[in-house]
């Protein structure tokens, strides 16, 4: 992919904004709060951390995607969950407040397991002529994600009221920028866009599914409270794809790396709506299924 100010200097800028105004919602309490819940937090961050990445690697195995494809795939793995998970939890009655740790936390160490699992996949899907995440690109990527969102904490601390006032700006800046990415990366691989939907279209569907399914029934099966288990499937389901795209496009350089995650981008919103609803009504039958059971005297 040819390389443009756009590219190497516009979307780098525009990511930095995004985790500004992500650091702009956080506070030191949110990383406290590990304290009073930590297995829910730990339960997340192991699904979100390690079975992510393995459930991305076996659709990539199992569909057999071409290798810049599959790097793309592993990136979207390792992005962190986005903000729109905390939206997401509360409509459907999660618990918001590990939703907001959990985005604390995952802010930080995406810096470090982005480019560990980028790099891991470069090496073993064998793309290793085509693209490269090296020193230098790596503290390009701590650059972009952590250091924006640590001085936003910084700027809430000293100036809240800011803060406040810039978070919807920021938040509708937020999407138009993933809504110019996700187009940007179709149409700069508009010639094999359908071979490419064809390709990832089911892989991402699945992918979104699987996370937002083992999100919640993992940390059911792991005993944690209903609305733990709906935050910590819209964290594991819901990304920031715009870490992912930036990355593929201004930091490997690849279109190509950046379409799962772009056409993800589209499906979660819709995929994770349904799953809300769906889980809800299921919680809610169940409940109903209870009621009516005749109390033994």
Known sequence: ???SALITIGLPSALAIIM????LTLTI??????????????????????ALPALA????????LAPLLAIGMMLLAASPGGTTANLYSHLFRGDVALNITLTAINAVLAAITVPIITNFAIGYFGADG????????????????LAPVAIGMIVRRFSPAFATAAD?????????????????ALVAERDDVADYARQVGLVTALFCLSSLALGYTGARLLRLARPQAIATSM????????VAMTIALSVLESSEAAIPAAVYSVLMYVLAAAFGFLITRTDRAADDSVDRVPAVH
């Open 57 to 64: 690697f076996g659709l990539i195995e199992l569909f057999d």
């Open 1 to 3: 992919m040819e390389s």
């Open 130 to 145: 085509e693209v490269g995440l090296q020193f230098g690109k790596v503290v390009q990527v701590i650059a972009i994600v």
């Open 29 to 50: 309490g949110d990383f406290r709060r590990i304290g009073r819940s930590p297995r829910a937090v730990l339960v997340a961050l192991a699904l979100q951390l390690f």
């Open 168 to 184: 919807r700006p920021v938040r509708i800046f937020s999407v138009g920028v993933l809504a110019l990415v996700s187009v940007g």
């Open 235 to 242: 964290e594991v389901g819901i990304h920031n794809t715009a």
């Open 20 to 23: 500004f105004g992500l650091g």
